[in-house]
């Protein structure tokens, strides 16, 4: 019994450490029709591609909204002080009820200086906590906070549509929330941010 616990807990360690290894430095061009630009950084998922298909989905906001995005990972060379952005997106996943490692990491070092930012944070369902400590995190860096989410892969996203694949729902979700916050910033509306 004692061995079979010494196992799950070495398994669940080694979990840990594989899906919050920092990922390979990664800036893509994923187009948009606008002169305006937008940045979205992100967390690669190791297990579930969740954050990959959230960061596209922002991403796909965004550029409804008329901006053209940019999209990188989040590691330690990733620029602290990213200029020429009008939005910043972050998306982070949830591991043991906080953001990932990379993420906290690199908003410990970034100075967001006022601009506009949003954060979607997610999960299997559990991610208060994990949702107020990236918002926190992002004022701390200095960002204006347009607003932060949760998006969950087992607890329902929008308990009015049940019928519909949750993570459907998710990515949704994300795009909703890049259209709106683009418009917003693309209209002047950043003096009375959400958080």
């Known amino acids: 019994m004692m061995g079979a616990l010494i196992?799950?807990?070495l398994g669940l360690a080694t979990i840990?450490?594989?899906?919050?290894?920092?990922a390979d430095y990664v800036v893509e061009n994923l187009g948009g029709g606008g002169s305006g630009r937008a940045l979205v950084l992100f967390h690669p998922s190791r297990d579930a591609r969740f954050s990959d298909q959230i960061s596209e989905a922002l991403a796909e906001g965004f550029k409804d909204a008329g901006l053209t995005v940019d999209r990188t990972t989040l590691t330690r060379t990733t620029p602290g002080a990213p200029e020429g952005y009008a939005i910043i997106g972050i998306v982070s996943n949830t591991y043991y009820w906080a953001p990932d490692r990379p993420t906290r990491r690199y908003l410990d070092r970034a100075n967001l200086s006022g601009l506009p930012s949003l954060a979607i944070i997610g999960g299997a369902g559990s991610t208060g906590r994990a949702e107020r400590?990236?918002?926190q995190a992002l004022r701390d860096a200095g960002a204006t906070v347009l607003g932060t989410r949760s998006v969950w892969l087992w607890r329902p996203n929008d308990e009015s549509r049940m019928d519909e694949p949750n993570r459907g729902l998710a990515l949704e979700i994300a795009r909703q929330l890049g259209r709106e916050s683009a418009a917003r910033v693309l209209s002047g509306d950043v003096s009375n941010p959400d958080n």
């Not at 840990?16 to 920092?22: A, H, K, M, R, S």
């Open 16 to 22: 840990t450490v594989l899906v919050q290894l920092e």
């Open 133 to 135: 400590m990236l918002g």
């Open 7 to 9: 196992l799950v807990i």
